[in-house]
């Protein structure tokens, strides 16, 4: 039943799985059945929800003896792939990516909200971090407000596929409930850091496109939302702290922890 490959993640691929349907595979086997159940809570989740832009969760499925997820199939291009070179094109798909992420943020989930929980779960994996900084993250978190907003927490133009029936939201695993600029603060790290993924095009990364794209989309959504930059801005040393904790390393893990460790707040 499987068919073509239809996306690629760095913890698992998704393949056609009949007519209406996808699987989504993950690389290691020996932890897919703790990652397809961890993922599955979350989506039943989502799924229940009412104006949340999400694929129906389908369910869990043993393929090949691993333990698989399957999804309703939501066919488009993603938003990053069908992005023009136009100016106005750019503008209008940041302004888009706004509005969906403040949409989703009016959904109150009935639930107690986790994402300062886990960010500081996340926090004390990174090993390189000193004791005095890790306390120093910690107590930054404990001054932040907690909120009760679904936030997806991998939300970006990758994530957002442009269908007939209008945009969907995508892989929603990191999906928690917090504050809206904690969710922003994450999306804008997202968005500036690291390299574009493949099938991405070109100019996007050559001619200022993606500058533009962040400028505009950071505009709408404090328009939008009615916060503030220095409101977002006070997420910027645990996000990058969190980014940190889920890469291997590589030079934009040492890019983002020299950033880390040069923010004010660190230094007070």
């Known amino acids: 039943m499987r068919g073509r490959l239809v996306g690629m993640g760095a913890t698992a691929n998704v393949y056609e799985w009949g007519e209406s349907e996808v699987i989504k595979i993950f690389h290691d086997a020996s932890r897919a059945q ?15 929800l009412t104006g949340v832009r999400a694929p129906r969760f389908v369910g869990i499925e ?10 309703e199939k939501v066919e488009g291009p993603t938003m990053l792939e069908q992005i023009q070179a136009t100016e ?13 992420q403040h949409e989703l943020h009016q959904v109150q989930p009935n639930v107690a909200p986790n994402l300062r929980l886990e960010m500081g779960r996340s926090i004390q994996r990174v090993g390189e971090l000193s004791d005095a900084e890790q306390a120093k993250l910690a107590s930054i978190l404990d001054r932040l407000q907690d909120g009760g ?3 997806h927490y991998d939300f970006h133009p990758f994530n957002v ?3 007939a029936a209008g945009p969907m939201i995508i892989d929603w695993m990191n999906a928690l409930v917090g504050h809206p600029a904690a969710d922003i603060a994450r999306t804008y790290l997202l968005i500036t850091a690291g390299e574009l993924p493949p099938g991405v095009p070109e100019w996007l990364n050559m001619t200022g496109a993606r500058e533009l794209f962040t400028r505009t989309y950071m505009d709408a959504i404090l328009e939008i939302s009615g916060l503030s930059v220095e409101d977002v801005d006070a997420w910027r040393a645990p996000t990058l702290a969190v980014r940190i904790s889920e890469m291997s390393g590589g030079k934009e893990r040492e890019t983002l922890l020299a950033e880390l460790r040069s923010q004010e707040v660190m230094r007070l």
Do not use: H, P
């Open 62 to 71: 043993v393929y090949e003896g691993s333990a698989c997820l399957v999804y």
């Open 34 to 48: 703790n990652e397809a159940e961890k993922e599955a809570r979350t989506a039943r989740a989502v799924s229940e």
């Open 161 to 163: 596929m442009i269908t």
């Open 88 to 100: 106005e094109d750019v503008i209008a798909n940041a302004r888009l990516l706004a509005e969906l």
């Open 149 to 151: 907003a679904l936030c």
